[in-house]
């Protein structure tokens, strides 16, 4: 089955008021296993909403997620967190590790929050963190890394639970050019380390480029480029 799969995806904001604005008008969307696909938006085309409904941080209105095959909509709160947790890595714009914790602390606290023992967590981050050529970065606080360093970080979080899927939604924007090809490098080799399947956001069609498929999306639904 697919990693991810979304079929009949409605999305409004301030439904029913004379504010509302339709975002998602019927999207449908299969990524296979180890599949990488980049996502294509102009800014407001609803994109972010797009990607916290598949990663199970918001809900739709009408249509159906399944993750790994298991489908999303009937089950309870605590189960979908159960879920988003161990099998949906996420990655932001911006890094938003915990400024107070460490590199590696950052990495081993999402695992301690899945019931992973501490030693085992504390092997597998130095693990991620030496893949992303990091490793001597490991005791460092967030505000001492560059921003490039700092997103590594934060991609090396986002599989910290070795999740099946990872939602990226503009991971390399906040960077210069030059950073954001070394940091997009470090991303796909862990994704493809790794087997992973990935929806990445990005302007950048040179980076799109690199990706298994492309889609964009157009009016509330995808299609593909
Ligand atoms: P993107 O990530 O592509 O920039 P978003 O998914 O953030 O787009 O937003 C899509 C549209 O929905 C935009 O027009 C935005 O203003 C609107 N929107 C997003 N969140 C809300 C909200 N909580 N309430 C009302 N409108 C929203
Ligand atoms: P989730 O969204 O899955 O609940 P969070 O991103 O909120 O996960 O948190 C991931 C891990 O980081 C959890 O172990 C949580 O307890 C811990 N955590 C989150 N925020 C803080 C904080 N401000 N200080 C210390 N630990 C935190």
Do not use: W
């Amino acid at each position: 089955e697919p990693a991810l799969l979304l079929s009949g995806i409605e999305k409004s904001y301030n439904r029913g008021l004379p504010g509302e604005v339709s975002v998602l008008r019927g999207i449908e969307l299969s990524v296979a296993r180890g599949e990488v696909i980049a996502l294509v938006a102009p800014s407001g085309a609803g994109k972010s909403t797009l990607l916290h409904i598949a990663g199970l941080l918001d809900s739709a209105d009408a249509g159906r997620v399944a993750i790994a095959g298991q489908d999303m909509s009937g089950l309870p709160d605590t189960r979908r967190t159960a879920v988003r947790r161990a099998d949906v890595g996420f990655v932001y714009q911006f890094h938003h590790l915990l400024p107070e914790f460490s590199a590696l602390e950052n990495i081993v606290l999402p695992q301690l929050a899945n019931g992973t023992p501490r030693k085992k967590a504390d092997t597998r981050a130095r693990e991620l963190l030496d893949r992303v050529g990091l490793a001597p970065r490991a005791s460092h606080r967030p505000a001492a890394l560059s921003g490039g360093e700092q997103q590594r970080v934060a991609f090396c979080r986002a599989l910290a639970n070795a999740p099946g899927l990872l939602l990226a939604d503009e991971p390399t924007g906040n960077l210069d050019p030059v950073t954001s090809d070394q940091v997009f490098d470090a991303l796909m080799e862990l994704v493809r380390g790794t087997g992973l399947s990935a929806v990445i956001a990005t302007h950048n069609m040179d980076l799109a480029a690199r990706m298994d498929r492309r889609i964009r999306l157009e009016a509330g639904r995808l299609v593909d480029i």
